[in-house]
């Protein structure tokens, strides 16, 4: 990749590009562990892993909560004074970024990088003009697109859904900016376009008909699916997970939920999972565990990479350093033989006491880190441990003999009930899990 590009002024001065210096280096602002170039297996570090920023949580959100505003002053939201001139501000604020941390990749909602407008046609004629941009700073940086998306659930005509509204004109609308929004994706060379379920859910029974309302979802989806494929979009399209907030109830609640609508409609062809760990917490399940479930179906399109926190019920959207979960989420990502056209997105936010310029680049930082190693113990725990033996070994009993033709699908209830009158007890197996668990320490801590 080229030197980090510079727009107008410098947005983030005093820091250039972020240098691999290795595990005894001090320099808070360098890797540690990401040297994007070093391979593990067949593969560099950089192409397993795929890193990429959000544009939302790192340009667009200057640490609002509902008890408050912001608490940082974004230079790139004060000195112009038209939006789309802020919005130019904050693309070459971006594209520094992006260029100075040396991940690859990016990702954005239609209204991150463009003004919104309730005007169809204005608020088209504002994405074009900011797509023409980014397509001449991805040129000028090597910066490539991950995935796009249409913003769905921040206006108030979404408050009772985008594509799941029970008023069609709600829809109509959320399609157009779908339209828009697929169009720039293919524009600007994205990999994947995703459908985070936004407020698609309700809060009460008393007035929704669910039913209809999936059914609406599926249609959008397939009209969707039509057009981006009649534009030349080859890559996949993808629905992230998520089981609460803003609705009380989330139609896409999980992996497992999200599969079965797809495989009902039909669209588990062209659509995969974008996998959020602290989507898959808030569900009640591990990241692992979501990522596992779309992976068996050959459906783990992407992962948004982030964590939660133990105590909150709520999407804190904290950086991943987790390595726990970096190693489960690598271990899934490898077995599978890798992500792309996915990648692993930071949607992550620092938090709101965080108002340093650099904090932003130590979350980054630390992110990639926390991958790098998971990336290089599951690589080791696969190749060089026991563990695949181990697990290997744990299901023998299915790879010849009665077991193979039971899972084979030729063993009856009466033909299995005389095996086990044959067989007697069986013999007890530890599930071995403190092994497995000792393993991954061990691993880590080379
Ligand atoms: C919000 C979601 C969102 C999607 C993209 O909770 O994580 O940021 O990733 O719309
Ligand atoms: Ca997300
Ligand atoms: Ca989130």
Redesign the pocket.
């Given at each position: 990749m080229s030197a980090p590009f510079i727009g107008k002024r410098e947005y983030f001065p005093g820091i250039g590009r972020i240098p691999y210096e290795g595990r005894e280096s001090d320099n808070p602002l360098a890797f540690k562990h990401y040297d994007a170039g070093k391979k593990v297996g067949d593969k560099t570090m950089a192409e397993h892993l795929r890193f990429a920023v959000?544009y939302?949580h790192s340009f667009c959100n200057a640490g609002h909560d509902p008890f408050g505003p912001g608490t940082r002053a974004y230079p790139w939201d004060t000195a112009a004074s038209t939006p789309l001139g802020r919005a130019e501000d904050k693309l070459d604020a971006a594209f520094e970024f992006f260029t100075k941390l040396g991940a690859p990749y990016y990702c954005f909602?239609d209204i991150d990088m463009a003004p919104d407008a309730d005007d169809v046609a204005e608020y088209e004629k504002n994405l074009k003009h900011m797509v023409a941009l980014a397509k001449e700073r991805q040129q000028a940086t090597g910066m490539k697109l991950l995935w796009g998306?249409a913003?769905l659930?921040s206006h108030p005509r979404y408050m009772n859904g985008a594509a799941t509204n029970p008023d069609f004109a709600v829809v109509a609308r959320a399609a157009a900016q779908v339209k828009a929004a697929l169009e720039a994706t293919v524009e600007l060379g994205g990999g994947s376009y995703?459908f985070?379920g936004?407020r698609e859910g309700y809060s009460t029974l008393h007035n929704t008909d669910t039913k209809r309302e999936l059914e609406h979802f599926a249609r959008f989806l397939a009209a969707a699916r039509d057009h981006g494929r009649s534009i030349g979009f080859k890559g996949n399209f993808l629905i992230?997970p998520?089981p609460m907030?803003p609705m009380k109830h989330q139609y896409d609640f999980d992996s497992s939920t999200v599969i079965g609508f797809l495989k009902q409609h039909g669209l588990d062809r062209d659509f995969k999972l974008?996998i959020?760990a602290n989507?898959a917490t808030l569900s009640g399940h591990t990241f692992e565990h979501d990522l596992q479930m779309a992976s068996n179906h050959g459906l783990l399109g992407s992962i948004?990479a982030n964590r939660g926190n133990a105590q909150n019920g709520w999407?804190t959207?904290q950086f991943p350093s987790d390595l726990y979960d970096t190693v489960g989420a690598m271990l899934v990502v490898l077995r599978q033989g890798g992500l792309a056209p996915g990648g692993l997105n930071f949607?992550a936010k620092v938090r709101r006491e965080s108002t340093d310029r650099d904090d932003l680049f130590l979350a980054h930082v630390g992110g990639m880190d926390s991958f790098a190693r998971g990336l290089e113990v599951a690589h080791a725990l696969l190749t060089a441990s026991p563990w695949e033996r181990m697990r290997a070994e744990r299901y023998a009993s299915f790879d010849q003999g009665p077991g193979q033709s039971f899972a084979q699908g030729k063993l009856g209830l009466a033909a299995l009930r005389d095996l086990a009158a044959a067989g007697g007890e069986p013999v007890q197996a530890s599930g071995k899990q403190e092994r497995y668990e000792n393993l991954v320490n061990q691993y880590l801590m080379r």
């Open positions: 959000c939302w909602h998306t913003n659930f995703v985070w936004g992230e998520k907030e974008n959020e989507h948004d999407d959207d949607d």
